[in-house]
């Protein structure tokens, strides 16, 4: 009776149960839309401005939060947990932020205009994943599969996949990687 009062459908119930006790990322308000690098081989972007992970990837933007994945269509949410990223967000190398250094910046239009076309021709491998020549010459950055990856898992992930890593990140290249508490 307490249901139909309240409005709640069957499929409210599960979801509400399904959310209670997971945190909700801080909000983050972007001075201006961010600037993106693409992590080699992969075809994720992410926002090396900040001290937490944000990444964008198949006209969608994660953040892993604690020990739960969240997705939202817009980079400043609203953000919605999520079981499980698409399986190339759990197997970033762990020093993608290292790596990339010295990569392109793509201004967000320019990335929200054309990433479908980028994949869909290969751009990215093209055009030595964003990278200067020079660098990649000058030892600045290895190529990403003659480094060892092991992938960014963590227990960021949902879906009960864990190695142990504390909680919030990966922990990759000298740089945490998660919210700062």
């Given at each position: 009776?307490?249901?139909l009062l309240?409005?709640f459908?069957?499929?409210?119930?599960a979801?509400v149960r399904i959310?209670i006790?997971i945190?909700?990322?801080?909000?983050?308000?972007?001075?201006?839309p961010?600037?993106l690098v693409?992590?080699?081989?992969?075809?994720?972007y992410?926002y090396?401005?900040?001290?937490f992970?944000i990444?964008f990837?198949?006209?969608y933007?994660?953040r892993?939060y604690?020990?739960y994945?969240f997705?939202s269509?817009?980079?400043g949410g609203p953000w919605?947990?999520?079981e499980?990223?698409?399986?190339?967000?759990?197997g970033?190398?762990p020093?993608?932020?290292?790596?990339?250094r010295?990569?392109?910046?793509i201004p967000y239009g320019e990335?929200?205009?054309?990433?479908?076309?980028?994949?869909r021709?290969r751009y990215?491998?093209h055009?030595?994943w964003?990278?200067?020549?020079?660098?990649?010459?000058?030892g600045?950055a290895p190529?990403?599969r003659?480094?060892?990856?092991?992938?960014?898992?963590?227990?960021v992930h949902?879906?009960?996949r864990?190695?142990g890593?504390?909680?919030?990140?990966h922990?990759?290249?000298?740089?945490?990687?998660h919210?700062?508490?």
């Amino acid at each position: 009776m307490l249901l139909l009062l309240l409005g709640f459908s069957g499929t409210g119930i599960a979801e509400v149960r399904i959310n209670i006790g997971i945190p909700v990322p801080p909000p983050f308000v972007f001075a201006a839309p961010p600037e993106l690098v693409v992590i080699p081989e992969t075809y994720v972007y992410y926002y090396p401005d900040v001290d937490f992970d944000i990444f964008f990837y198949g006209g969608y933007w994660y953040r892993p939060y604690r020990a739960y994945w969240f997705r939202s269509a817009n980079y400043g949410g609203p953000w919605v947990h999520i079981e499980s990223p698409p399986s190339v967000l759990l197997g970033l190398p762990p020093d993608y932020r290292v790596i990339t250094r010295g990569g392109r910046h793509i201004p967000y239009g320019e990335l929200h205009r054309n990433w479908r076309a980028w994949e869909r021709g290969r751009y990215w491998e093209h055009n030595n994943w964003g990278r200067l020549e020079h660098e990649r010459h000058q030892g600045v950055a290895p190529p990403f599969r003659e480094r060892g990856h092991g992938g960014y898992g963590g227990e960021v992930h949902g879906g009960g996949r864990s190695n142990g890593r504390s909680e919030g990140g990966h922990g990759g290249g000298g740089h945490e990687g998660h919210e700062r508490h």
